[in-house]
């Protein structure tokens, strides 16, 4: 089973047309070996829209179809603005916008539903690792997905990004970073064989272009989400032409 490297840039709410033009200008002209997704703001999504080159994703959407939602933006809406992917339960959702378990499972429902790729954000926080939790808090984060609907995770991106490590300057160690995706495919493997053989696992956590080669090395390591970094053209290139090739 073939997985790709894949680099997703999370601006969060950050960025510019301006800082678009840059990135895509960054990317022009490098060689790459890898699928690389940008995750701008969707107000922003335009600004790329004539980037064969380039995947987009959303960084959120509605856990409904459509409807009276003020403000929030259906899977159908970020596909007619040209995502193919989003992000799904980054940790400052669960954090600041109380998403539940519940809540990120009806989300990718919804994502899938409209013909988008998931990229499910699991990882623990730094009082859990602390309390050697991260295992417990990881398996209870995918369960409440893949064990009820494990035919999801055939069209799924899994991001491992430790909460202590987001925006923090300190990153999980490649070690760290490998045993705990060699955890997360194992539990994976228990919902559905070959797709958990076949999903890109990606880590995310204060990555930039110094740390991100030792990263990509890892066997269960097949990309990266970048924030911070990603709003830095020239050290995204990097980070991009870093991750090279397939693994299996
Ligand atoms: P960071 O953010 O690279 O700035 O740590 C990663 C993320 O939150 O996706």
Redesign the pocket.
């Known amino acids: 089973m073939q997985r790709k490297a894949l680099v997703a840039a ?1 601006w ?1 709410m950050n960025g510019s047309a301006e800082l678009a033009e840059q990135i895509i200008s960054s990317l022009t002209d490098v060689t790459l070996d890898c699928e690389v997704l940008i995750c701008p703001p969707a107000t922003l999504l335009h600004c790329f829209s004539a980037q064969d080159a380039l995947l987009l994703g959303g960084q959120n959407l509605s856990e409904h179809e459509s409807g009276a939602y003020t403000g929030e933006l259906s899977g159908a809406l970020l596909s007619a603005a040209g995502a193919r992917y989003v ?1 799904i339960g ?3 959702r669960r954090q600041y916008q109380a998403e539940s378990d519940e809540m990120i499972c009806r989300k990718l429902q919804q994502a899938v539903a409209a013909g988008l790729t998931p990229v499910l ?1 699991v990882g623990e926080t730094l009082s859990e690792r602390q309390q050697q939790k991260t295992e417990q808090v990881i398996a209870k984060q995918l369960a409440a997905v893949y064990a009820a609907l494990p035919e999801l995770l055939q069209n799924s991106v899994i ?1 491992y ?1 430790p909460v202590w ?5 300190e ?1 999980a160690t490649p070690e760290q970073a490998q045993a705990t995706h060699a955890f997360i495919r194992q539990q994976l493997m228990a919902y559905q064989p070959t797709a958990a053989n076949a999903v890109r696992i990606l880590y ?5 272009a110094d740390n991100c080669a030792a990263l990509f090395t890892q066997t269960d390591i097949d990309g990266a ?6 709003l830095k053209p020239a050290e995204f290139a990097q980070i991009c032409i870093s991750a090279k090739g397939t693994k299996e």
């Open positions: 999370n969060k992000l980054h940790s400052e954000c991001a990004e490590a987001i925006g923090t300057g990153s995310g956590g204060s990555v930039n989400l970048v924030g911070g970094a990603s």
